[in-house]
T-cell receptor, first 112, second 113 residues
Framework: NAGVMQNPRHLVRRRGQEARLRCSPM?????VYWYRQLPEEGLKFMVYLQKENIIDESGMPKERFSAEFPKEGPSILRIQQVVRGDSAAYFC??????????FGPGTRLTVL | GENVEQHPSTLSVQEGDSAVIKCTYSDSASNYFPWYKQELGKRPQLIIDIRSNVGEKKDQRIAVTLNKTAKHFSLHITETQPEDSAVYFC????????????FGTGTSLTVIP
């Protein structure tokens, strides 16, 4: 049973470009969560999704950021017009309903 | 929303000594409190968790205590070893309504051989 997969592991973008981060949950997990970890800081909740539904996006910036978890395929975190302050590690986690969360290896985004 | 505070931010102990990390939370509805260990460049990994109907839980050298009235919980690591060196995060969530975690800011633990 493969764990939570994220790709790419490292992503470099120039200011103004788009970043697309992918997360494939563990088999049997229907819930996905995205967290952002700035350098030397803790994990900040961004968004919680179930298949085809956003359950809670209270931690997501109102502009430039969006997330989806389609019926088929991975969950996508999309950041439009990236700025240097978006540089961070983005972790996703997955769980069964109300179950333990398992984290992916993270995507390290660097904005030049 | 929930606010979790964690102290200390850094902690150095001699090998074999105990380490204690403390967290407080603000939302009395929170009922699930996991602790994660994150080694440099790696993903957070769950090491122990406690639910609000339990006051203490132990797993070998690791224990967690919860005081619901005071809204604080602590991680205790006994007989520390160099491989315990990592950043430790506490978190709080409301299990029966949503499952998103609110994390503390982390404690960087260094165990000195």
């Amino acid at each position: 049973n493969a764990g939570v997969m994220q790709n790419p592991r490292h992503l470099v973008r120039r200011r103004g470009q788009e970043a697309r981060l992918r997360c494939s949950p563990m088999k049997g997990h229907s819930h996905v969560y995205w967290y952002r970890q700035l350098p030397e800081e803790g994990l900040k909740f961004m968004v919680y999704l179930q298949k085809e539904n956003i359950i809670d996006e209270s931690g997501m910036p109102k502009e430039r950021f969006s997330a989806e978890f389609p019926k088929e395929g991975p969950s996508i975190l999309r950041i439009q017009q990236v700025v240097r302050g978006d540089s961070a590690a983005y972790f996703c986690a997955s769980s069964p309903p109300l179950g333990e969360q398992f984290f992916g290896p993270g995507t390290r985004l660097t904005v030049l | 929303g929930e606010n979790v505070e964690q102290h200390p931010s850094t902690l150095s102990v001699q090998e074999g000594d105990s380490a204690v990390i403390k967290c407080t939370y603000s939302d009395s509805a929170s009922n699930y409190f996991p602790w994660y260990k994150q080694e440099l460049g790696k993903r957070p990994q769950l090491i122990i968790d406690i639910r609000s109907n339990v006051g203490e839980k132990k797993d070998q050298r690791i224990a967690v205590t919860l005081n619901k009235t005071a809204k604080h919980f602590s991680l205790h690591i006994t007989e520390t070893q160099p491989e315990d060196s990592a950043v430790y995060f506490c978190a709080a969530s409301i299990k029966n309504t949503g499952n998103q975690f609110y994390f503390g800011t982390g404690t960087s633990l260094t165990v000195i051989p």
